[in-house]
């Protein structure tokens, strides 16, 4: 099954933002938008966001969620160590019947 | 507190079948529709099932159709997954959960002879 297409890796210095983006098209992203996830080495995956910009709770505010077309992005500002981690985009393809992954973007705070 | 407790994971010889086992609580399990995602340690995330609220509808990767198979028993807030013919590449850790809203900690799998 196609994947959704995520940067493999990005570099912030600390108290900087990120913005990470995940692309897809008309059939995941673009029709019922996407999730973020974050995965620290050894750790299961943690839900941030899904369904574009809805937030669990418990999830700072640091991390917000939007959509374009058929590209979703993640925000953290104010970054911080523990923000340091693998980061999956993920969304429904009514095409595919399945969940997509992005392969992930490594996270460096510096 | 939502938990998602995996279990079965196992050593076995290609070939072979194990049953994971996921007991989800804290949440109206029979509310959402459940997945399988494997990952091998390292490597990035792979969707493998899903089933419907109700268990009238699932599908399942490329990779796993027709060697696996989804179920669920809402009133025990258990899913399921049966792997039969396992071979060495099915060998990672396997979660469940809801994908956009749970995740359960994982169990590993191992194909090895």
């Known amino acids: 099954q196609a994947g959704l297409t995520q940067p493999p890796s990005m570099s912030k210095d600390l108290r900087q933002t990120a913005t990470l983006t995940c692309t897809g098209n008309?059939?995941?992203?673009?029709?019922?938008?996407a999730g973020w996830l974050q995965q620290h080495q050894g750790r299961p995956p943690k839900p941030l966001s899904y369904?574009?910009?809805n937030r669990p709770s418990g999830i700072s505010e640091r991390f917000s969620a939007s959509r374009s077309g058929n590209t979703a992005s993640l925000t953290i500002t104010g970054l911080q160590p523990e923000d340091e981690a693998d980061y999956y985009c993920?969304?429904?393809?009514?095409?595919?019947?399945?969940?997509?992954f992005g392969g992930g973007t490594k996270l460096t705070v510096l | 507190e939502v938990q998602l407790v995996e279990s079965g994971g196992d050593l076995v010889q290609p070939g072979g079948s194990l049953r994971l086992s996921c007991v989800a609580s804290?949440?109206?399990?029979?509310?959402?529709?459940m997945h399988w995602v494997r990952q091998v340690p390292g490597k990035g995330l792979e969707w493998v099932s899903r089933?419907?609220?109700?268990?009238?509808?699932?599908s399942h990767a490329d990779s796993v159709k027709g060697r696996f198979t989804i179920s669920r028993d809402n009133a025990k807030n258990t899913v399921y997954l049966q792997m039969n013919s396992l071979r060495v590449e099915d060998t990672a850790v396997y979660y469940c959960?809801?994908?956009?809203?749970?995740w359960g900690q994982g169990i590993l799998v191992t194909v090895s002879s």
């Open positions: 959960g809801s994908v956009f809203e749970y």
């Open positions: 804290g949440f109206i399990f029979s509310n959402y529709w």
């Open positions: 089933i419907d609220s109700d268990g009238s509808g699932t």
């Open positions: 008309s059939n995941n992203v673009g029709n019922q938008g």
């Open positions: 369904r574009d910009n």
């Open positions: 993920s969304a429904w393809d009514k095409s595919l019947n399945a969940v997509v």
